[in-house]
């Protein structure tokens, strides 16, 4: 193949902004008993390469770029809220769970020859943006003789950000650069509360 310029290949599509959201809610309540409850769940996992395959041929009498582009967010929330005085017992719970494996990879495979004027292998992130993980459980809970609340938070994230040339892979440049780099920002965050008022006896866990 030969040309002035090369983007060969690049993926991006539908991943660059994966985004998966989960909360849930319920509570009940009497004049002896109130309870709230929320479970949110999250599982995401996204592959994103772009890639020459291992022993293929690539020429071009321009730039060639080997380009990965993707940002994933996933964002989970769980609420669980009984707050009453007057009410004799109650229960707050919740739980949130944020489980994440991420791939985003500009791979030049085994043994692939690849020539042009210049050469970038490169995997990251669309312009100014990141990939953001937040989890947060709370709960809460108050009554007049007994309160008790609790909260899970679970954040479980691998994410995989890489640029490479496979073993005897050949790359040629022949007048410009040969660049090969990865680049990612991650940002994580899990956050769990608990409270337990009472006129009586109190316990919150997190």
Known sequence: NSGNTGNVPS???????????????????????????????????????AGVAAGATLAAGGAVNVKA?????????????????????????????????????????????VSGSSIAVSAGLPAGDSSDFKTWG???????????????????????????????????AASGALTIGADSKLGVQAVAGGAGVSQGAGVGVA
């Open 11 to 49: 993926a991006q599509g539908g991943v660059d902004q994966g985004e998966s959201k989960s909360s849930s809610e319920s509570s009940s309540n009497s004049a002896d008993v109130g309870v709230a409850a929320a479970v949110g769940v999250t599982s995401a996992a996204t592959t994103n390469v």
């Open 69 to 113: 582009t993707a940002g994933v967010d996933a964002t989970n929330l769980a609420t669980g809220t009984a707050f009453e005085l007057q009410t004799q017992t109650n229960v707050g719970a919740a739980v949130g769970v944020t489980v994440g494996n991420f791939t985003n990879a500009a791979r030049i495979g085994d043994g692939a020859t």
């Open 138 to 172: 709370l709960a809460a809970g108050g009554g007049k003789d007994t309160a008790v609340a609790g909260s899970v938070a679970v954040n479980v994230v691998t994410d995989t950000t890489e640029a490479t040339g496979g073993a005897g892979a050949r790359l040629s």
